[in-house]
């Protein structure tokens, strides 16, 4: 098995915290030197506590599961002769409520656009091939939210 490292860290910086206005604010470092700046969603805590222009945790889950599956994609597309020119997902995810009322990304939506260079699949073969990419997806088998996948060659 492969095992895979990340460093998330926040600093109080002089905030008073207990009075619980303290920025979301933090680092995400990986393992390949990559720094990104993360931070809770505003919809979960509002600015200026949130930064908005930082990844939020829900976005990094939908971000994570439609690389995931486009890297199984485009795997099974060259596999099969199809030469990918381009691949888009405008990816989106849902928070809903579970039995216990507690929120969770209960459904994240992939809409990816591919196109492709010479022969493209039909759209069967399309879909076979996203289905082959979301059973071989580690990601889609790490999370209980339904994932739905609408795709469209560009």
Same mark, same amino acid.
């Given at each position: 098995?492969? +095992?895979?490292?990340?460093?998330?860290? =926040?600093?109080? /910086?002089?905030?008073?915290?207990?009075?619980?206005?303290?920025?979301? +604010?933090?680092? =995400?470092?990986? &393992?390949?030197?990559?720094?990104?700046?993360?931070?809770?969603?505003?919809?979960? *805590?509002?600015?200026?506590?949130? &930064?908005?222009?930082?990844? /939020?945790?829900?976005?990094?889950?939908?971000?994570?599961?439609?690389?995931?599956?486009?890297? =199984?994609?485009?795997?099974?597309? +060259?596999?099969?002769?199809?030469?990918?020119?381009?691949?888009? /997902?405008? +990816?989106?995810?849902?928070?809903?409520?579970?039995?216990?009322?507690?929120?969770?990304?209960?459904?994240?939506?992939?809409?990816?656009?591919?196109?492709?260079?010479?022969?493209?699949?039909?759209?069967?073969?399309? /879909?076979?091939?996203?289905?082959?990419?979301?059973?071989?997806?580690?990601?889609?088998?790490? *999370?209980?939210?339904?994932?739905?996948?609408?795709?469209?060659?560009?």
């Amino acid at each position: 098995m492969s +095992a895979h490292h990340t460093t998330v860290e =926040w600093k109080r /910086d002089g905030q008073v915290f207990i009075d619980k206005k303290y920025s979301r +604010a933090h680092i =995400w470092t990986f &393992d390949g030197g990559a720094v990104v700046k993360g931070s809770s969603a505003p919809e979960s *805590v509002p600015v200026p506590m949130s &930064d908005i222009t930082a990844v /939020d945790p829900e976005e990094a889950m939908v971000a994570s599961l439609s690389s995931c599956h486009m890297l =199984w994609f485009l795997a099974f597309a +060259a596999g099969d002769g199809f030469v990918v020119d381009r691949y888009v /997902d405008e +990816a989106s995810g849902m928070l809903g409520k579970n039995a216990g009322g507690h929120r969770y990304m209960n459904r994240v939506t992939l809409r990816p656009i591919t196109t492709f260079f010479g022969p493209a699949p039909t759209q069967a073969e399309l /879909d076979a091939l996203h289905h082959a990419a979301h059973e071989h997806c580690e990601m889609a088998h790490s *999370v209980r939210a339904e994932i739905v996948i609408e795709a469209k060659i560009g």
